[in-house]
């Protein structure tokens, strides 16, 4: 099978060459790596990656094929997928659980790819120039049309991508036991946190993120989630202030996009990272425990100290002083120092930038789960 | 926390000889963890019998013992050492056993020594297989329903519960040892006995079969924090059944999802922390059905292991250095990563590349033995290579295994696909030719239980074998972290890029210095084993110190060598020309060293002097002039030297007709082999031919040329280690072989200094060796083999210009590195320069014995011949011959009985002597029996031995005996071909009953002396560094 070329521009102008594969035609958005050696439908279908096309640094990519088991929601967000080598077998891994090729189903869903380029160059180019806007584009498209394209595409910062993938009604998924009832305000939440949830006994209720605290509140619900979710906290000022009318009303959790939300409500700012957070292997240090744990990470974007410092020098549980009392660090990221979580202390809530709920990832943090429901039922 | 500063001394035990499924890799993870611990402050004693190890040189550790790996011996160390910790877990089974054994024996209590790293309790918990499964069933793990067996009813009873075919495992025994598949009733008594033999407790675990299912290892390492993280995760292509040591492995796992690898990771942690290793590396074995998501736990090794070298150089995480720092109180936080230097060990490498390792087998040199790959481990060596897809890692596998000969598929397929059924050798081999001729993935997977995915990757691979190889090769870095961070180790491998504007995008920054670059030895395989990749280290340790970059390209991961510490750059690569040349491109380097890595790197001479670079040393004219015997011969004329007469021949037809002219006995070869491959010995024309249909012209599959050679029996063997800077020769050591000329010199125990000979004969040997070393050109090392015949006195075998396999033992006995002084000479100094003593005695005699692999190749004869099967060696040193031989004995297994009875059988010409062994042996108290004609020979020299019947003469015959346990020592030496087949039953029955069998006079000489030393009372231990001290040092 002949296939027919295509190629990666990024906005600085950087050509990498390689062969199409997936949906015919080009995609635009911003280009991210993730170092994860596993689960590439998982982050395909993650509504966080929403607007960007991922480098696999894996290099072979689709061995064991795609399966609805997989999908951490209802479609593909990832815009590409950049791949050193693509792995399209219906019979992948032979053991008749996958339900599609990798590439065939990339297709199906519209998705284009390529394969057959450098990724190990490119992604090296990233981490030295940063994130940046790109796209990929079958070889009919000239340079000039795809620098044009590329110019055309708005900039991550200050960008709402939250309104594209948040649903447009409130959905309630009831559980059989009378767990705990949570309001989350759906910002691209991936489903393995829904599945922890309820595997949890919790009763889920999903609004859209233009929800506000009213409509969040109405159930009287036990506890308010803010979840994961694409683009930039600092363009989302409506949610912040949504959350501003919940934080010491109810318990209030979040994870990743969720976690900065909280963070600005409380007060504190949040900065773009040059090449995000994205991979299965980063040591987070939780510091009430000391315990090092291996995480699920997947952002662009992190939290600030309130002395505008973007690392944490120290092991130690800091305290800060924000607008709704004492919050504590709870977690740091090993690698660069970067806040990675928060406990309120003067009111409930807790929020970590990584994803306890794995998928893919190691589950080192599903004890975050546990500790979340527990305070939550505690609470009620 | 920081380091323990509540300890000082910390004793290290290493795993003794290369012995199958313990090699090189715990010479690598022993060094490492020395170098680490050295460097955090604190006193290091090693014990390690095994000279050939980088971790025995003398400035690795604070103070090295050369010394057997015996509770005793290393009971004696501590008495003298008095260290605060004992560190068991770098040093492969063999440390975790005796460090078992001091516990239980009172002696770690006694003197207050803590084990550190893993408790005894840990190390019992894993190891026992009865305590394991308990242990992992209490924590929610599925294991293989099994029972316990100290008997064969045992056994019998236990189909009930475990059904057919079941696994039969030996509790405490190194890869498998003593272990099978029992398929039906017919072969239970034999499988189940044997196993219950080979376990030092007579116990073995029977279990549900699942081979077929995949096989999985995760390498985990854990801190006193209790923080864990996974390593690597490494799939076996060969499913469950063959053992991972003869597996094709890849790494990272390729088949299975992020769910089910997750469940793997899962398992893996909860497994180390059940069996509670507090600190360090563990290797956690799974089983796997991809069907049906069922995963059960096979095994766990609280220590390093193959997989954690394996895992090691596949992601750049050094596990046994870090396992030092944190059995020493460190935890992983707290120790940064080498490679990036940015960030914490406390994560998982993150792989941009794929893996693939290979073993390598030696079936070919053990006529006999059962070829089939089960669960009890028969490869010698493996080979490693690096891709960025896995077609161009199996590729570059395939190239780097180096075969001798290339595998041979039937014409006809349903033979092909009995052969792709049955796990052998070649499995692959024949996997690839039954996909080329289409022979479909689904009747291959139905035969092999192989992965469908490995096995499409393999069919495109065959369809077109050029594809992985599209784009130009370009130098990629291994740095943990698929370049998430910048890499500061310079680790490549090389890829095949589609180019970027900008050309490939090498990573490799070459920098100024001239950079000298260092061929490795490939896989180890007999005859080429650990002892060159000694010598390849300390080329580069010593490139360095003379200010050049030194750069090493080798694809052995087990290796030193292949550790990124060792070299300015590694390039881990196979070993073929194209590759060297690529890394030459790049590097361009002041000249290649191909003195070092045995044959390997001299094969390539020739190619890389035509390509223009410079061979450092030695030239490829004095290479050829040495290696070809039609050139060599007439040299030793020229210089009056005697050889044996000899005749090269181009075909079968030929060698039949010059035989006459050479003389019988014969020794037959074909040329540039290593190791003594095909070497055989026959004493008439029928012989010859024989050999020449088995072996075929085509033997060494390169070449056709058959040499013919006068083989002089009864003859010592010489063999001479020297340095030649082209006008001056210094002699490094003359070691006279116990065995008699004709017993490979890497198979026959030696001696330093020469325990019989006179000083005219040494000088004689130091004057020819020179003249040789002079007359070939050789600017490095030279090592000259003598055979001195009763008669016509000495004659020279051979002369390799190039390290040999003897260079680590005699720089280990006279304390100086040959290997860096001949690197030293190579980049241009002269021996007037290096001012080396005239004298290098140090008033001790040091014996190198080597160990063979007999026990695990059932069914090959044991004895010794002109081919070499070792695969292994081990150093004795004491005051006197007798006292080093008997601890070389020690240390290499075969424990001399102090009292006892004997059994002598010998060949007519060796009566008289035997009678000598006898009357010894019969002073000492030992009571002797002996074959009809052997007991005449000793009653007439009134030496009273029981005579016994031969096999042909009925039971009770003397292998009922040896069966019987009566049997404590036997000394059997063959006749020409006639007795080996009476002689074949004595040795196996020996063998397999683990009783010392001794096929020559001479060894059967020494071993008496060695008996009676032995009698004096335990030998005392020393240090090498206190031998070196003593050495006289005269100018
Ligand atoms: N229950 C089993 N069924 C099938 N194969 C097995 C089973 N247990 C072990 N094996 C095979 O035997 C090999 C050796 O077993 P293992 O427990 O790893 O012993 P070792 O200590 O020699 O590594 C394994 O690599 C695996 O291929
Ligand atoms: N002419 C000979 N007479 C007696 N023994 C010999 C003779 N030639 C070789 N041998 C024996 O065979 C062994 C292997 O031969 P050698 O030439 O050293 O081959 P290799 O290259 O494998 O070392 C030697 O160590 C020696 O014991
Ligand atoms: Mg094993
Ligand atoms: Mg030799």
């Known amino acids: 099978m002949s296939r027919s070329g295509a190629y990666v521009l990024l906005a600085d102008g950087t050509r990498f060459d390689g062969l199409s594969c997936g949906a015919d035609g080009a995609a635009v958005g911003e280009i991210v790596f993730t170092t994860s050696m596993s689960g590439y439908q998982e982050a395909m279908s993650d509504p966080s990656y929403a607007g960007q096309l991922i480098i696999f640094t894996y290099p072979q990519i689709g061995n064991y094929g795609v399966s609805a088991e997989a999908m951490e929601s209802d479609r593909v967000h990832a815009r590409a997928a950049i791949m050193r080598a693509g792995v399209d077998r219906e019979d992948a891994g032979g053991r008749g659980r996958s339900e599609r090729g990798w590439l065939s189903w990339l297709a199906d869903c519209g998705v284009p790819g390529i394969t057959d380029l450098d990724t190990r160059a490119l992604v090296r180019h990233i981490r030295d120039e940063g994130a940046m806007k790109g796209g990929v584009f079958p070889e009919g498209i000239s340079p000039t049309q795809a620098a044009e394209m590329i110019d055309a595409e708005p900039s991550m910062s200050g960008r709402d991508l939250a309104r594209e993938v948040t649903p447009d009604a409130p959905v309630t998924l009831e559980a059989d036991t009378d767990g705990p009832r949570i309001a989350m305000i759906d910002t691209g939440v991936k489903l393995s946190i829904i599945r922890n949830l309820r595997e949890r006994g919790a009763t889920v209720e999903l609004h859209p993120c233009t929800a506000g605290a009213q409509q969040l509140l109405r159930s009287d619900p036990d506890a308010i989630f803010l979840a994961n979710g694409p683009g930039d906290p600092a363009a989302l000022d409506y949610i912040v202030e949504t959350v501003r009318g919940l934080v010491g009303k109810k318990p209030v959790y979040g994870i990743c996009l969720g976690h900065q939300l909280l963070c600005r409500a409380v007060g504190l700012e949040t900065y773009k990272l040059p090449f995000g957070h994205h991979g299965a292997n980063h040591p987070v240090k939780d510091l009430t425990t000391g315990r090092t744990e291996i995480t699920s990470q997947n952002h662009g974007f992190a939290v600030l100290a309130p002395d505008g410092a973007r690392t944490i020098d120290t092991d130690e549980a800091v305290r800060w002083e924000t607008d709704f009392g004492t919050a504590e660090l709870s977690h740091i990221n090993l690698y660069d120092r970067t806040v990675e979580g928060l406990t309120l202390k003067d009111v409930q809530g807790a929020t970590v930038q990584y994803h306890p709920e794995a998928g893919p990832g190691p589950h080192d943090a599903l004890y975050l789960f546990d500790r979340f429901v527990d305070e939550i039922k505690a609470a009620a | 926390m920081p380091r323990r500063d509540d300890i000082h001394k910390i004793l290290l035990i290493g795993s003794g000889p290369i012995v199958i499924g313990q090699a090189a890799e715990f010479d690598y993870s022993g060094t490492q963890a020395c170098r680490v611990l050295m460097e955090e402050g604190y006193e290091v004693v090693l014990v390690n019998s095994n000279p050939a190890t980088i971790m025995t040189d003398p400035e690795v550790a604070t103070v090295t013992y050369v010394e057997p790996l015996l509770p005793r011996t290393v009971a004696q160390v501590i008495e003298r050492e008095q260290p605060d910790a004992l560190l068991p877990t770098l040093g492969g089974q063999t440390a975790l056993n005796l460090a078992k054994a001091l516990h239980e024996d009172g002696t770690l209590a006694k003197h207050g020594v803590e084990l550190i790293g893993a408790n005894y309790d840990a190390i019992d918990r894993a190891e026992d297989r009865e305590r394991f499964r308990q242990t992992m069933t209490d924590a929610g793990l599925r294991v293989p329903r099994s029972t316990i067996a100290h008997n064969v009813s045992d056994a019998r009873a236990a189909i009930a519960e475990v059904g057919?075919?079941?696994?039969?495992?030996?509790?405490?025994?190194?890869?498998?040892?003593?272990?099978?598949?029992?398929?039906?009733?017919?072969?239970?008594?034999?499988?189940?006995?044997?196993?219950?033999?080979?376990?030092?407790?007579?116990?073995?675990?029977?279990?549900?079969?699942?081979?077929?299912?995949?096989?999985?290892?995760?390498?985990?390492?854990?801190?006193?924090?209790?923080?864990?993280?996974?390593?690597?995760?490494?799939?076996?292509?060969?499913?469950?059944?063959?053992?991972?040591?003869?597996?094709?492995?890849?790494?990272?796992?390729?088949?299975?999802?992020?769910?089910?690898?997750?469940?793997?990771?899962?398992?893996?942690?909860?497994?180390?922390?059940?069996?509670?290793?507090?600190?360090?590396?563990?290797?956690?074995?799974?089983?796997?059905?991809?069907?049906?998501?069922?995963?059960?736990?096979?095994?766990?090794?609280?220590?390093?292991?193959?997989?954690?070298?394996?895992?090691?150089?596949?992601?750049?995480?050094?596990?046994?250095?870090?396992?030092?720092?944190?059995?020493?109180?460190?935890?992983?936080?707290?120790?940064?990563?080498?490679?990036?230097?940015?960030?914490?060990?406390?994560?998982?490498?993150?792989?941009?590349?794929?893996?693939?390792?290979?073993?390598?087998?030696?079936?070919?040199?053990?006529?006999?033995?059962?070829?089939?790959?089960?669960?009890?481990?028969?490869?010698?060596?493996?080979?490693?290579?690096?891709?960025?897809?896995?077609?161009?890692?199996?590729?570059?596998?395939?190239?780097?295994?180096?075969?001798?000969?290339?595998?041979?598929?039937?014409?006809?397929?349903?033979?092909?696909?009995?052969?792709?059924?049955?796990?052998?050798?070649?499995?692959?081999?024949?996997?690839?030719?039954?996909?080329?001729?289409?022979?479909?993935?689904?009747?291959?997977?139905?035969?092999?239980?192989?992965?469908?995915?490995?096995?499409?990757?393999?069919?495109?691979?065959?369809?077109?074998?050029?594809?992985?190889?599209?784009?130009?090769?370009?130098?990629?870095?291994?740095?943990?972290?698929?370049?998430?961070?910048?890499?500061?180790?310079?680790?490549?491998?090389?890829?095949?890029?589609?180019?970027?504007?900008?050309?490939?995008?090498?990573?490799?920054?070459?920098?100024?210095?001239?950079?000298?670059?260092?061929?490795?030895?490939?896989?180890?395989?007999?005859?080429?084993?650990?002892?060159?990749?000694?010598?390849?280290?300390?080329?580069?340790?010593?490139?360095?110190?003379?200010?050049?970059?030194?750069?090493?390209?080798?694809?052995?991961?087990?290796?030193?060598?292949?550790?990124?510490?060792?070299?300015?750059?590694?390039?881990?690569?196979?070993?073929?020309?194209?590759?060297?040349?690529?890394?030459?491109?790049?590097?361009?380097?002041?000249?290649?060293?191909?003195?070092?890595?045995?044959?390997?790197?001299?094969?390539?001479?020739?190619?890389?002097?035509?390509?223009?670079?410079?061979?450092?040393?030695?030239?490829?004219?004095?290479?050829?002039?040495?290696?070809?015997?039609?050139?060599?011969?007439?040299?030793?004329?020229?210089?009056?030297?005697?050889?044996?007469?000899?005749?090269?021949?181009?075909?079968?037809?030929?060698?039949?007709?010059?035989?006459?002219?050479?003389?019988?006995?014969?020794?037959?070869?074909?040329?540039?082999?290593?190791?003594?491959?095909?070497?055989?010995?026959?004493?008439?024309?029928?012989?010859?031919?024989?050999?020449?249909?088995?072996?075929?012209?085509?033997?060494?599959?390169?070449?056709?040329?058959?040499?013919?050679?006068?083989?002089?029996?009864?003859?010592?063997?010489?063999?001479?280690?020297?340095?030649?800077?082209?006008?001056?020769?210094?002699?490094?050591?003359?070691?006279?072989?116990?065995?008699?000329?004709?017993?490979?010199?890497?198979?026959?125990?030696?001696?330093?200094?020469?325990?019989?000979?006179?000083?005219?004969?040494?000088?004689?040997?130091?004057?020819?060796?020179?003249?040789?070393?002079?007359?070939?050109?050789?600017?490095?090392?030279?090592?000259?083999?003598?055979?001195?015949?009763?008669?016509?006195?000495?004659?020279?075998?051979?002369?390799?210009?190039?390290?040999?396999?003897?260079?680590?033992?005699?720089?280990?006995?006279?304390?100086?590195?040959?290997?860096?002084?001949?690197?030293?000479?190579?980049?241009?100094?002269?021996?007037?320069?290096?001012?080396?003593?005239?004298?290098?005695?140090?008033?001790?005699?040091?014996?190198?014995?080597?160990?063979?692999?007999?026990?695990?190749?059932?069914?090959?004869?044991?004895?010794?011949?002109?081919?070499?099967?070792?695969?292994?060696?081990?150093?004795?040193?004491?005051?006197?011959?007798?006292?080093?031989?008997?601890?070389?004995?020690?240390?290499?297994?075969?424990?001399?009985?102090?009292?006892?009875?004997?059994?002598?059988?010998?060949?007519?010409?060796?009566?008289?002597?035997?009678?000598?062994?006898?009357?010894?042996?019969?002073?000492?108290?030992?009571?002797?029996i002996a074959t009809r004609g052997t007991a005449q020979a000793l009653s007439r020299m009134g030496i009273p031995a029981r005579a016994i019947n031969k096999l042909g003469e009925g039971s009770p015959h003397v292998v009922d005996c040896i069966e019987r346990g009566e049997v404590d020592l036997v000394i059997n030496t063959p006749v020409g071909t006639g007795a080996r087949t009476d002689g074949y039953e004595i040795r196996s029955a020996a063998i397999t009953r683990g009783i010392p069998c001794i096929t020559t006079i001479s060894g059967g000489m020494a071993a008496a002396r060695a008996i009676a030393a032995a009698r004096r009372g335990e030998p005392e231990v020393i240090s090498l560094q206190e031998i070196h001290a003593r050495a006289s040092g005269v100018h």
């Open chain 2, 164 to 928: 057919l075919p079941f696994i039969v495992r030996p509790a405490f025994t190194l890869g498998g040892r003593g272990g099978g598949v029992v398929h039906d009733e017919t072969e239970l008594e034999r499988i189940v006995g044997g196993g219950i033999e080979a376990s030092p407790i007579g116990q073995v675990l029977i279990e549900e079969s699942v081979l077929g299912w995949g096989e999985f290892e995760l390498e985990v390492m854990r801190d006193r924090a209790d923080n864990v993280v996974i390593i690597c995760s490494i799939e076996n292509l060969d499913p469950m059944g063959v053992h991972t040591g003869d597996s094709v492995c890849v790494a990272p796992q390729q088949t299975l999802t992020d769910k089910q690898y997750q469940a793997l990771r899962d398992q893996a942690i909860a497994v180390i922390r059940a069996v509670g290793v507090e600190t360090g590396g563990s290797n956690v074995q799974f089983a796997v059905n991809r069907e049906t998501d069922e995963i059960v736990v096979i095994e766990m090794n609280p220590r390093v292991s193959r997989s954690s070298a394996l895992a090691s150089k596949a992601t750049g995480f050094p596990i046994a250095k870090i396992a030092a720092r944190l059995a020493v109180g460190y935890t992983l936080q707290e120790i940064p990563n080498d490679i990036t230097r940015a960030t914490p060990a406390s994560f998982e490498p993150a792989i941009d590349y794929c893996v693939v390792k290979w073993p390598r087998f030696a079936f070919e040199k053990f006529p006999g033995a059962e070829a089939e790959l089960t669960t009890h481990m028969k490869s010698v060596g493996e080979a490693m290579a690096i891709g960025r897809t896995f077609q161009q890692a199996f590729a570059k596998a395939l190239r780097s295994r180096e075969l001798d000969l290339e595998p041979r598929s039937p014409a006809d397929d349903s033979r092909l696909l009995e052969l792709v059924a049955v796990p052998g050798a070649e499995r692959f081999d024949h996997l690839l030719e039954a996909l080329r001729r289409g022979l479909g993935i689904d009747v291959l997977h139905q035969r092999t239980s192989i992965d469908p995915w490995f096995l499409h990757e393999l069919a495109e691979f065959v369809s077109d074998p050029q594809a992985p190889f599209t784009g130009v090769r370009t130098f990629k870095s291994v740095d943990t972290c698929a370049a998430e961070f910048a890499a500061r180790t310079p680790y490549f491998y090389s890829g095949w890029e589609r180019p970027g504007p900008a050309g490939p995008s090498h990573e490799v920054e070459r920098g100024e210095r001239p950079s000298v670059v260092i061929l490795g030895s490939g896989p180890n395989r007999i005859g080429q084993g650990i002892e060159f990749d000694y010598c390849c280290v300390h080329a580069a340790q010593t490139v360095r110190e003379l200010g050049r970059d030194a750069v090493m390209i080798n694809c052995n991961p087990e290796t030193v060598s292949t550790d990124y510490d060792t070299s300015d750059r590694l390039y881990f690569e196979p070993l073929t020309l194209e590759d060297v040349l690529g890394v030459c491109a790049i590097e361009q380097p002041e000249g290649v060293v191909v003195q070092f890595g045995g044959q390997t790197p001299l094969k390539l001479a020739a190619g890389l002097d035509e390509a223009g670079l410079q061979i450092l040393g030695t030239g490829i004219d004095s290479i050829d002039l040495a290696e070809d015997r039609s050139r060599f011969g007439p040299l030793l004329d020229r210089l009056g030297y005697k050889a044996p007469p000899y005749a090269s021949a181009s075909s079968a037809e030929d060698a039949l007709d010059r035989a006459p002219d050479v003389g019988f006995p014969l020794l037959v070869r074909p040329s540039y082999v290593l190791g003594g491959r095909a070497m055989e010995i026959v004493y008439s024309v029928d012989g010859l031919r024989g050999y020449l249909e088995r072996v075929g012209t085509g033997a060494g599959g390169r070449q056709s040329t058959i040499y013919l050679d006068r083989f002089l029996e009864d003859s010592i063997e010489v063999d001479v280690d020297a340095l030649c800077d082209g006008s001056e020769v210094w002699i490094g050591g003359i070691m006279q072989h116990v065995e008699e000329a004709g017993i490979h010199s890497g198979d026959s125990a030696c001696v330093l200094p020469p325990h019989a000979l006179g000083e005219e004969m040494l000088a004689l040997i130091a004057e020819q060796t020179a003249g040789i070393a002079k007359a070939l050109g050789v600017i490095g090392l030279i090592n000259v083999q003598f055979a001195i015949h009763g008669e016509q006195g000495l004659h020279v075998i051979e002369a390799n210009p190039r390290a040999s396999r003897t260079v680590p033992f005699v720089s280990k006995a006279i304390g100086l590195p040959l290997a860096k002084l001949a690197c030293r000479i190579m980049l241009g100094e002269t021996l007037a320069e290096l001012d080396l003593p005239r004298e290098t005695s140090n008033g001790h005699v040091c014996v190198k014995e080597a160990v063979l692999p007999f026990d695990r190749f059932a069914g090959a004869d044991s004895l010794l011949g002109p081919e070499m099967r070792s695969t292994g060696e081990v150093m004795g040193i004491a005051r006197d011959f007798p006292t080093a031989f008997a601890k070389a004995q020690a240390a290499a297994g075969a424990r001399l009985p102090g009292a006892g009875t004997v059994f002598i059988t010998v060949a007519d010409g060796d009566k008289p002597a035997a009678t000598g062994i006898a009357t010894s042996l019969h002073d000492l108290g030992f009571e002797i």
